[in-house]
Nanobody, 123 residues
Framework: QVQLVESGGGLVQAGGSLRLSCTAS????????MGWFRQAPGKERDFVAA????????YYADTVKGRFTISRDNAKDTVYLQMNSLKPEDTAVYYC????????????????WGQGTQVTVSS
């Protein structure tokens, strides 16, 4: 069992930056690939970014590539999402998730989820 807690969300103007954090407790953090997803009101929960267990491989949705960076610190049991050049369409609840195995971009293949943190980008 893994418990995930996100933080760092908030209100920011378009063009601004935020850094989300997700801290894990429970099982060994480095055993899990980690992902970030987001869900806007009335929409599906979509893949944003993922990172391998070691941090050596990262993956991004086309909509955030070049603007967002995922990283992890296994010594701190934490995964980060640095979000730059934010746009109003980035407004959503952001969730981190832990994966034992499976497709990195499929929410169905993640085993544990945090409660989410709201990100609002004003125009």
């Amino acid at each position: 069992q893994v418990q995930l807690v996100e933080s760092g969300g908030g209100l920011v103007q378009a063009g601004g930056s935020l850094r989300l954090s997700c801290t894990a407790s429970g099982r060994t953090f480095s055993s899990y690939a980690m992902g970030w997803f987001r869900q806007a009101p009335g929409k599906e929960r979509d893949f944003v970014a993922a990172i391998s267990r070691s941090g050596g491989s990262t993956y991004y949705a086309d909509t955030v590539k070049g603007r967002f960076t995922i990283s992890r610190d296994n010594a701190k049991d934490t995964v980060y999402l640095q979000m730059n050049s934010l746009k109003p369409e980035d407004t959503a609840v952001y969730y981190c998730a832990a994966q034992i195995s499976g497709s990195y971009d499929s929410k169905l293949h993640y085993n544990y989820w945090g409660q989410g943190t709201q990100v609002t980008v004003s125009s």
